[in-house]
């Protein structure tokens, strides 16, 4: 095969663009992977806050806490 052949495959032909889309998402995720495990490396769990932190469900949690109120 020469240069010609592959470049033929990999950009005009709908199995080869199928091939240069997984091969990126592929090492898109390893990428991901290797720099995820060197972040928690770097930063390891400092054990539980016991300061009041902002909660994405903290609307639902104070909801439940109401409801649970008035039945008492």
């Known amino acids: 095969m020469d240069f010609n052949e592959i470049y ?3 950009f005009e032909t709908f199995p080869g663009m199928g091939v ?3 091969s990126g998402l592929v090492i898109s995720v390893i990428v ?3 720099l995820e ?3 928690r490396k770097m930063f390891r ?3 539980s806050a ?3 932190e902002w909660s994405l469900f903290d609307d639902i ?3 439940e806490r109401e409801e649970e109120e008035k039945e008492a």
């Open 20 to 22: 240069l889309i997984g």
């Open 61 to 63: 949690e104070e909801g």
């Open 32 to 34: 991901c992977v290797v």
């Open 45 to 47: 769990d400092r054990g």
């Open 50 to 52: 016991d300061h009041d």
């Open 37 to 39: 495990r060197r972040t």
């Open 8 to 10: 033929h495959f990999l």
